[in-house]
């Protein structure tokens, strides 16, 4: 038999998903295969797509609110923290200090639930179950914490235009300082259980590298490009809300595969605690609303603003026209660059691999979809 | 961190695009360039080479100029990139001829492939030369439905969604380049 025949004879195409336990929601993956090794994985997006962009453009701005927790709806703070900023900064409106800091406090919290949540999961993709159980015990109290405050658990709508919807009382804080000191304590089990475990390292490096370049020709962003020691993170390098008050550090691998990609992660869970510490510390007194007008009129012309969400860059653009609907607004997800480079960066690879690559990446795929 | 911000109008302007400042602090990006179809490569090109990546590319669907009416189809098409190293977002906008096509720039920066695919799902805007122009997050059974298509009556001109001009004139001349807000 001629090579170019038992290639024919030995591809196959596989379908990894929409229900697929390792894609984390519906995505479809389709898989060209010879043998173990994947060809050419082309992702299938939209299996969820609610068209968020054309509810943006058809209600006014406040109405909005709700969907902008239903993207990413594991770390759904920040992304409720673009998008008052955004109509903040169109409508040129003041935010109390008080009502920043507690924002910060809100969404750093709401970071570690995050990652703690991709922890597990992670770790489940890659055939460990217990890390999941303690990923989320710790994460429970968090959402106890957010519960507490916002009222909800997963899709909150917690902030508003000028400030947030209700202030923070003494048992929140306390929790919160509990809390901070409780993880501390479980960082210990967590090393043990999967940092240095060997089968953990053997599935995770070396595999999936992501270059600089690759990086920078997808707009990758978040811990996938830090994995790659590149230090961006929007929360440095275009400072928003009151994070210039806070020392922190931006944790960076070295060469962006799995493992570095999983170190920067569990990294950022110390500095999101350092965050909440001083924020809790400093925190100011005073009002946590400023006053908006009822009918927020958005002038005409677009505006840009960035938050750093727990997966990378998250933008929205919107274009004004003078009424208070926009005329336009545009999401810019994390995930969404950030899957867009698979097709390159699994090609050639073993299929386990790939499984491995696609949970470093965290995907939300309601935030791909929008 | 420590390298001192640059500004990249210079290299814009000597490559021959229309490159204007902007006041950061409103709208939340630093330069602004106005772009005719045969440029959108070279200045995909232009800001690959400068070490920019790619945020996203979105559409626009305003109401055509009466005048241009025959070459215009009302759609804008803006790009946006910034740094990785430095506090610096550029915006590109382009208006999308009659054909509705405008070239790629998927070659460039792969990134665009999908952002280039979502645009053609939400506006119909044919990108040239991009290997797969098939619907991304909507249905493939109906590749015709442009969701963010405007009615007629809630269009509105590209002036009336615009900056007035007399804003970036006066933030000219306090925009110079700076760190953060």
């Known amino acids: ?52 962009e054309k509810m943006g453009e058809s209600r006014p701005c406040q109405s909005f609110m709700p969907n902008t927790a239903r993207m990413d709806y594991v770390c759904a703070l920040p992304y409720n923290h673009g998008y008052v900023s955004l109509i903040e900064r169109k409508a040129e409106i003041e935010v109390p200090k008080r009502a920043e800091y507690i924002r910060v406090i809100t969404s750093e919290l709401n970071r570690i639930a995050s990652h703690l949540l991709w ?3 992670y770790l489940l993709d890659l055939g460990a179950f217990t890390p999941i159980l303690y990923g989320f015990d710790d994460r429970e109290h968090i959402l106890d914490i957010l519960e507490s405050i916002t009222g909800s658990r997963l899709t909150y709508c917690y902030y508003r235009f000028g400030g947030v919807y209700q202030d923070i009382d003494d048992t929140f804080i306390a929790a919160t300082r509990a809390f901070v000191k409780r993880l501390r304590k479980r960082y210990s089990i967590y ?46 390098n275009e400072p928003y809300s009151v994070y210039p008050e806070f020392d922190f550090e931006i944790p960076v691998g070295e060469q962006g595969d799995c493992l570095d990609r999983y170190m920067v992660r569990v990294k950022e869970i110390e500095q999101s605690l350092r965050i909440i510490e001083q924020a809790l510390d400093q925190l100011p007194d005073g009002p946590i609303r400023a006053k908006v007008p009822k009918n927020i009129k958005l002038t005409p012309g677009d505006c ?25 607004l545009k999401v810019r997800v994390p995930s969404y660059s950030n899957l867009s480079c698979l097709p390159e960066l699994g090609r050639g690879i073993l299929l386990p691999d790939l499984v491995s690559i696609l949970g470093s990446f965290d995907l939300v795929i309601p935030e791909i979809d929008r | 961190m420590a390298k001192k911000p ?25 330069l602004e360039v106005a772009l005719n179809v045969n440029q959108v490569r070279k200045f995909a090109q232009t800001a690959y080479d400068l070490g920019f990546y790619i945020v996203f590319i979105a559409g626009l669907h305003v109401r055509p100029d009466e005048e241009q009416d025959k070459r215009n189809s009302g759609l804008e098409v803006v790009y946006q990139f910034s740094r990785y190293d430095q506090l610096y977002r550029i915006k590109g906008c382009v208006s999308v001829p009659n054909t509705h096509k405008i070239p790629s720039i998927s070659d460039i920066y792969q990134g665009a492939d999908w952002h280039e695919r979502e645009t053609r799902d939400f506006y119909g805007v044919v990108f040239d030369g991009h290997p797969n122009m098939k619907p991304l997050l909507l249905a493939e059974e109906d590749p015709d439905f442009h969701p963010l298509l405007k009615e007629e009556e809630k269009l509105k001109s590209l002036d009336e969604v615009s900056w007035p001009s007399e804003i970036p004139e006066a933030a000219k001349k306090e925009a110079e380049p700076e760190t953060g807000r």
């Open chain 1, 304 to 328: 840009n603003f960035a938050v750093e969400a727990a997966r990378g860059e998250l933008s929205y653009y919107l274009v004004g026209d003078g009424t208070s609907t926009p005329y336009r």
């Open chain 2, 6 to 30: 640059k500004d990249y109008k210079e290299d814009f302007l000597h490559q021959g695009f229309d490159a204007n400042r902007t006041d950061y602090n409103r709208r939340g990006y630093h």
């Open chain 1, 1 to 52: 038999m001629l090579e170019s025949e038992y290639q024919e004879h030995n591809r196959f195409f596989l379908n990894m998903g929409p229900q697929h336990p390792s894609t984390h929601g519906v995505l479809l993956i389709v898989l060209e295969m010879e043998g173990e090794y994947v060809l050419d994985p082309q992702p299938v997006l939209g299996f969820i797509h609610r068209m968020h």
């Open chain 1, 119 to 121: 922890l597990g999961a």
């Open chain 1, 191 to 236: 090393e043990k259980l999967v940092t240095k475990n060997i089968i953990f390292i053997k599935r995770t490096e070396n595999i999936g590298i992501v270059s600089p370049d690759m990086a920078l020709r997808y707009g990758m962003t978040g811990p996938n490009l830090r994995g790659s020691g590149i230090a961006y993170d929007v929360r440095k």
